[in-house]
Nanobody, 125 residues
Framework: QRQLVESGGGLVQTGDSLRLSCTYSQYTFHTYVLGWFRQAPGREREFVTAISWDGEDINYADSVKGRFTISRDDLTNTLNLQMNDLTPEDTAVYYC??????????????????WGQGTRVTVST
């Protein structure tokens, strides 16, 4: 069964850090690109970051470069998103996603095939 399950969301203050995690199916997503999207209230879902199956190709949205770090550990089947220096503009529901192609993450005409249920991050002033 192909599943993505997020955890780690919560309420933090501006400037704080937060680490999101996503556990994924052991035998299904090891060869997939994994990544994160987010959806803020009243806005469309947007790409945050993605990492290739071997970790060699990583992409970030401009809005999070230098603050967010994505990593994956296929031994524990965990995708992580370390978020530093958070601002209220980072408030959103964050979704763990998976697809065979990086194109589905960085090209607005495409979307990943697999999505988790999302975890909410709220950054207060």
């Amino acid at each position: 069964q192909r599943q993505l399950v997020e955890s780690g969301g919560g309420l933090v203050q501006t400037g704080d850090s937060l680490r999101l995690s996503c556990t994924y199916s052991q035998y299904t997503f090891h060869t997939y690109v994994l990544g994160w999207f987010r959806q803020a209230p009243g806005r469309e879902r947007e790409f945050v970051t993605a990492i290739s199956w071997d970790g060699e190709d990583i992409n970030y949205a401009d809005s999070v470069k230098g603050r967010f770090t994505i990593s994956r550990d296929d031994l524990t089947n965990t995708l992580n998103l370390q978020m530093n220096d958070l601002t209220p503009e980072d408030t959103a529901v964050y979704y763990c996603t998976a697809d065979r192609s990086m194109r589905s993450f960085i090209n607005d005409d495409y979307r990943p095939d697999f999505w988790g249920q999302g975890t909410r991050v709220t950054v207060s002033t």
